[in-house]
């Protein structure tokens, strides 16, 4: 007890991290690595210093999570899975994140817990409390500061993904999986609209990135005269 209550204090004090934690979320096949591509490059054109990661594989043990998680032969039942995810973020906070936020860097993260509510308590259907508990375990009170979901309609993001690349486990999965997963997005940001910002992909790319560079503006600006 003494332990975790020392571990929490000393690691997710949140008054020393003066960083920004973005991260980006959403359906496989909504756009994910273009968009990560544009936010990089869009912060690094304005001198942000940012450490760019993802989820699951942002650290060496992560990296060994991911294969199991995406590709392993065998079976991963739904708790097994979930877990895993947690154990992956364990390790990403205490190796990568919280020590970024702490220098005042910004991270953008490639996936985070939002991707576990919609992926293991959406698609999976674990019960949304055992991830909250997982959630307050982990990240004590870090949440990030600020999640873009890239939304597009389902039937489009499955015809994306089956004509791009090999599919990993989770991509394999069908209609009704993608569905319920997108819809957790949804319901997710419309409960907090001051962290989420929902992107909508199905447009034109200089229309989408229009959008996201002015959400980025606003933070920028923000933080520029606080
Ligand atoms: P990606 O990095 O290519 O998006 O693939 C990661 C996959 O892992 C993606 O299908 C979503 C899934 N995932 C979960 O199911 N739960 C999680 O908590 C995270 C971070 C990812």
């Not at 199991?68 to 039942?77: A, R």
């Not at 069908?174 to 997108?182: N, T, Y």
Request: glycine share 4%.
């Amino acid at each position: 007890m003494c332990y975790t209550f020392a571990l929490h204090k000393s690691l997710y004090d949140l008054t020393i991290m003066s960083g920004f934690f973005l991260t980006l979320d959403g359906v496989d096949g909504a756009g994910k690595s273009t968009q990560l591509a544009f936010i990089q490059d869009f912060l690094q054109q304005k001198h942000i210093d940012v450490v760019c990661t993802r989820e699951p594989g942002g650290t060496q043990l992560g990296k060994s999570l991911r294969d199991l998680l995406l590709n392993s032969q065998s079976q991963v039942c739904a708790d097994a899975e979930t877990l895993l995810m947690f154990a992956d973020r364990a390790q990403h906070l205490h190796e990568l994140i919280i020590p970024a936020l702490s220098q005042n860097k910004w991270v953008l993260s490639d996936r985070f817990t939002d991707a576990t509510f919609a992926y293991q308590s959406g698609g999976r259907q674990i019960a949304k409390e055992k991830i909250e508990q997982l959630e307050n375990w982990v990240q004590g009170d870090l949440r990030p500061d600020l999640t873009i979901i890239l939304d597009i309609p389902v039937e489009i993001a499955i015809e994306r993904i089956r004509s791009n690349r090999n599919l990993d486990r989770f991509e394999k999965e069908g209609i009704d999986f993608f569905e319920r997963v997108r819809e957790s997005y949804l319901n997710r940001a419309h409960t907090n609209p001051e962290r989420y910002k929902i992107i909508d992909t199905n447009r034109t790319l200089s229309i989408i990135q229009n959008d996201i560079a002015q959400i980025l503006l606003e933070v920028i600006n923000q933080r520029s005269v606080s």
